[in-house]
């Protein structure tokens, strides 16, 4: 099953200070990095990134009892958390096959030139295409991976023959149907 926790935001102001590793110092953003780095947080943040990972909808009171702060303190670090810009947002996570979307296949995508504007044109079209949830610049043999997910073979089969083809500068697409999601997760590591 997909699971995306979702982007979580905060804020920091040029009076707070955050606490690093063994020294206070001003947030990331006074300091001139554009945002905060993991390495830059500490214990209760992390605590308080793992929980919002597990469940973002927790309220603050419940948050701050869970990580051992006050809810006003509790709600500081949230906030100056998404300010540097370390939650990006915080979403509701949709059961893909609850709602037919339950095929889940990746693209290989080969561009027939590599030029910015090749690449350009097809990243704009990409966006464009229903069912993507995914669309990465690689190395190696291909251009692109993308991640589809649609309700069965034919619906992608449909696309593929109504949309992917035409996608801007295509040469060579290749698909892998998903047999079994082992791990699926949006958690990030802390």
């Known amino acids: 099953m997909y699971t995306n926790p979702g982007p979580v935001y905060f804020s920091m102001k040029p009076s707070d200070k955050t606490k690093v590793r063994g020294a206070s110092a001003t947030p990331a953003a006074a300091r001139g990095a554009e945002s905060a780095s993991l390495e830059s947080l500490d214990r209760i943040d992390r605590a308080i990134l793992r929980q919002l990972q597990t469940d973002a909808s927790i309220s603050n009171v419940a948050?701050?009892?869970?990580?051992?702060?006050?809810?006003?303190?509790?709600?500081?670090?949230?906030?100056?958390?998404?300010?540097?810009?370390?939650?990006?947002?915080?979403?509701?996570?949709?059961?893909?096959?609850?709602?037919?979307?339950?095929?889940?296949?990746?693209?290989?995508?080969?561009?027939?030139?590599?030029?910015?504007?090749?690449?350009?044109?097809?990243?704009?079209?990409?966006?464009k295409v229903p069912g993507c949830m995914e669309c990465h610049v690689v190395t190696g043999e291909f251009d692109y991976f993308m991640t589809i997910r649609t309700r069965d073979s034919d619906s992608f089969n449909r696309l593929h023959a109504e949309q992917l083809l035409y996608l801007p500068g295509v040469r060579q697409i290749r698909s892998f149907m998903v047999l079994k999601e082992i791990l699926s997760t949006t958690r990030f590591p802390l």
Not at 89 to 110: E, F, R
Not at 117 to 123: C, I, L, M
Request: glycine share 8%; net charge positive.
């Open 63 to 127: 948050l701050a009892a869970k990580v051992k702060l006050s809810a006003p303190a509790c709600l500081r670090r949230v906030e100056r958390l998404k300010e540097s810009g370390l939650i990006r947002g915080v979403v509701a996570l949709i059961d893909p096959k609850s709602a037919g979307a339950g095929m889940l296949v990746i693209i290989g995508v080969v561009l027939d030139r590599s030029t910015p504007e090749s690449f350009a044109d097809f990243e704009k079209a990409a966006q």
